[in-house]
């Protein structure tokens, strides 16, 4: 099943995804080194990289709905789509939460409990990047149907018999 929120001939959402997931670890990498009796600033740094993270996330959910939103119902797609769905939300308001406590706080450090919700956030995004897998590459969600080891470049217009395909299989 083809992905339907595309640029330049490739899907958006696993473009996006890698963006929250990387400063979501970064930052709760950094809140255990201050934690640890680090330098002060890295709770500062790991503070900026959630918001940003946040941001990445809900552009990255976006994308992902859009796609999400063209699986069939009643498929085993949809049920491990629906379950990546929810993963990652989990993971973006636990981040959100995280993030909301410290901007209330005195300073942007984070304390052992907040970098104990961040470290099940991290492994629930772990969780979330598994089904995700699980749905490209054994489900085959958001993989181009002319996919193959010698498929022509995704900025070569597609050729008629492809189009056809693609519109027969919607139809």
């Known amino acids: 099943m083809e992905s339907r929120f595309k640029v330049l001939g490739h ?3 696993p473009m996006l995804v890698m963006f929250p997931i990387a400063l979501f670890v970064a930052a709760t990498i950094f809140d255990v080194i201050d934690v640890a009796g680090g330098p002060a600033f890295l709770g500062e740094l790991a503070y900026w990289n959630i918001l940003v993270g ?3 996330g809900v552009l990255a959910a976006v994308a992902g709905a859009v796609d999400l939103l063209a699986v069939p119902s009643g498929t ?3 049920r491990v789509g629906v379950a990546h ?5 989990a993971v973006l308001l636990l981040f959100a939460a995280v993030w909301a406590v410290r901007l209330a706080a005195e300073t942007r450090a984070a304390g052992g409990a907040l970098v104990a919700i961040e470290v099940v956030a991290v492994a629930g995004a772990g969780l979330g990047a598994w089904l995700g897998g699980e749905l490209v590459d054994r489900l085959g969600v958001g993989v181009d149907p002319d996919a193959g080891l010698n498929a022509p470049s995704s900025l070569r217009p597609r050729t008629t018999a492809a189009a056809s395909a693609d519109r027969a299989d919607q139809g």
């Not at 769905?85 to 939300?89: F, G, K, Q």
């Open 11 to 13: 899907p958006v959402h």
């Open 54 to 56: 946040l941001i990445g």
């Open 76 to 78: 085993r797609a949809k």
């Open 85 to 89: 769905a929810a993963t990652n939300l």
